[in-house]
T-cell receptor, first 109, second 113 residues
Framework: KNEVEQSPQNLTAQEGEFITINCSYS?????LHWLQQHPGGGIVSLFM???GKKKHGRLIATINIQEKHSSLHITASHPRDSAVYIC???????????FGEGTQLTVNP | DAGITQSPRHKVTETGTPVTLRCHQT?????MYWYRQDPGHGLRLIHY???????DKGEVSDGYSVSRSKTEDFLLTLESATSSQTSVYFC????????????FGPGTRLTVL
């Protein structure tokens, strides 16, 4: 079993829908990261959080440390949100990230 | 965008040949990382560096070596490339360890025939 599990692996939505991507992890962490990989391959960091909730535009990330679970929400989805979303955790030793396999999101117009 | 470049961006080589990938940063970040990305796997850490001449192995380090002689450059070498090393390689930088954001380079697509 991977230390970081994401669900679903693939997600197709219609423009305007509310989207949720889930991430569960099995180890103690110091922080959790959400990243976005564009269709062209580039990877950008969206959020880093260790508790609670963060919001940036239409994106919201939440984490529940007790349940070892995080969610990434996209409100009013748009075709330009189509990408792979990757969850990663940094362990308590802090120096490395462990990545989930990613969730491929396709938003149709 | 963080100033991080990778070269080459694409390379095709033959089994048994040596290959060196270069990661260059202009951010003066202390930490640099090499990852590989393959279908069915998440990004996997090959090696990382926490300062000039200070490096450590990641989870998939066999067959790879690294060097960091200057803050801005982190080199990944495949001494004798194999087909299993066909992958997309990403470099990342961070000013501190895992609790800080990592910034990724554009990636290098390597094909070993």
């Amino acid at each position: 079993k991977n230390e970081v599990e994401q669900s679903p692996q693939n997600l197709t939505a219609q423009e305007g829908e509310f989207i949720t991507i889930n991430c569960s992890y099995s180890v103690g962490i110091s922080a959790l990261h959400w990243l976005q990989q564009h269709p062209g391959g580039g990877i950008v960091s969206l959020f880093m959080l260790s508790s609670g909730k963060k919001k940036h535009g239409r994106l919201i990330a939440t984490i529940n440390i007790q349940e070892k679970h995080s969610s990434l929400h996209i409100t009013a989805s748009h075709p330009r949100d189509s990408a792979v979303y990757i969850c990663a955790v940094s362990g308590t030793s802090g120096s490395r990230l462990t990545f989930g396999e990613g969730t491929q999101l396709t938003v149709n117009p | 965008d963080a100033g991080i470049t990778q070269s080459p961006r694409h390379k095709v080589t033959e089994t048994g040949t040596p290959v060196t990938l270069r990661c260059h940063q202009t951010e003066n970040h202390r930490y640099m990382y090499w990852y590989r990305q393959d279908p069915g796997h998440g990004l996997r850490l090959i090696h990382y560096s926490y300062g000039v001449k200070d490096t450590d192995k990641g989870e998939v380090s066999d067959g790879y070596s690294v060097s960091r002689s200057k803050t801005e450059d982190f080199l990944l070498t495949l001494e004798s490339a194999t087909s299993s090393q066909t992958s997309v390689y990403f470099c990342a930088i961070s000013d501190q360890a895992g609790t800080h954001t990592q910034y990724f380079g554009p990636g290098t697509r390597l094909t070993v025939l």
